[in-house]
C-alpha cells in the first residue's frame, strides 16, 4: 500500500514495523525522492538519530509486505 504520511515539510525521527518486507519513504509524493528505506525481518523499532531525516514536501510511504507500520515524525 502507498500514502501519504504526513502533508507538509516534516523530519521522520523513528519507525516501528512489524512483519516481513519493505517501507520506503519518499519525499514529494509516490514519484518522489527516497530519502530512507527499512528492509524488515520480525519486528524492528529504528531511531534516527539528531534531527532525524528532512523531507521538505511531504512524507510519503510505500510498505510492502510488512504488517504493520508506525512512523515518529515532527
Do not use: C, E, Q
Request: aromatic letters at 8%; charged letters at 10%.
Amino acid at each position: 500500500s502507498t500514502d501519504t504520511v504526513y502533508a507538509g515539510p516534516s523530519r521522520v525521527r523513528g519507525i516501528f514495523v512489524t512483519g516481513t518486507g519493505t517501507v520506503t519513504y519518499r519525499d514529494g509524493g509516490a514519484s518522489g525522492t527516497t530519502l530512507l528505506t527499512v528492509n524488515n525481518t520480525g519486528t524492528t523499532n529504528v531511531i534516527v538519530p539528531a534531527k532525524g531525516v528532512r523531507f521538505s514536501t511531504d512524507i510519503h510511504a510505500t510498505v510492502t509486505g510488512v504488517t504493520g507500520v508506525t512512523t515518529f515524525y515532527g
